[in-house]
Every structure is written in structure tokens, then in C-alpha cells.
């Protein structure tokens, strides 16, 4: 069974970073676009920044310049690393990777989510 293990979540100060990993645990062929998404209370769950197998990557504006996404194909592992860190960013991250489990078929699959909190 393939899973997507997130983990470094946690409480931290405005102005303060964090390193969020997800690790794709099982049996798959290749991973194509892997991302982070976030979730605040009452709000729809956005994307955060995402990259491609190629390393190609996108962020949404609020986060550029302070969040960088990167990946280990070889681990396949995405990463996530966030510096001045703002309380608007307190949300619930989630991993998210397209997953080919053999030439025929891919599918996304999420990870269950991290709390990151930033105190003012």
C-alpha cells in the first residue's frame, strides 16, 4: 500500500522557519508533480507550491521568497522549507504526489496532514 508520510510541522514564532518532509513509503513506478498544500480554519485548502520530476516549480505569491520546495527523486521525498514565517501561514499542510504505480496508471494521493501554527 503506498503512503505519503508527512512530518516537521509544529509551533513556532513569527519570523521563525520550518522544514516540512513528505516521504512516498511502497511500491510505485515513477512520482510526477509533487506539491504542499495548506488549510486554514474556514478557508478552502490552497496550493502552496508544487514541482515537477523535473524540478520544475511553482508558488503562490504569498509564499515566494520565503518558501522553497525541493525533492529526492531517490528518497522520494518533497520538501518543503519555510523562512519568515507569518501567523497568516498557520494552517494544516498536506502533501500531495501524482503517483505512477505502473505504466498504465497513476493516480494523486495525499498525505494526512501537518499542523504548523506561527504564534505572533
Not at 10 to 29: D, M, N, P
Not at 86 to 99: I, M
Request: charged fraction near 15%; proline fraction near 2%; glycine fraction near 12%.
Amino acid at each position: 500500500q503506498v503512503q505519503l508520510v508527512e512530518s516537521g510541522g509544529g509551533l513556532v514564532q513569527a519570523g521563525g522557519s520550518l522544514r516540512l518532509s513528505c516521504v512516498v513509503s511502497g511500491s510505485i513506478f515513477s512520482i510526477n508533480v509533487m506539491g504542499w498544500y495548506r488549510q486554514a480554519p474556514g478557508k478552502q485548502r490552497e496550493s502552496v507550491a508544487t514541482i515537477t520530476s523535473g524540478g520544475y516549480t511553482n508558488y503562490i505569491d504569498s509564499v515566494k521568497g520565503r518558501f522553497t520546495i525541493s525533492r529526492d527523486n531517490a528518497k522520494k521525498t518533497v520538501y518543503l522549507q519555510m523562512n519568515s514565517l507569518k501567523p497568516e501561514d498557520t494552517a494544516v499542510y498536506y502533501c500531495n504526489a501524482r503517483l505512477r504505480v505502473s505504466p498504465e496508471t497513476d493516480y494523486g494521493s495525499w498525505g494526512q496532514g501537518t499542523q504548523v501554527t506561527v504564534s505572533s
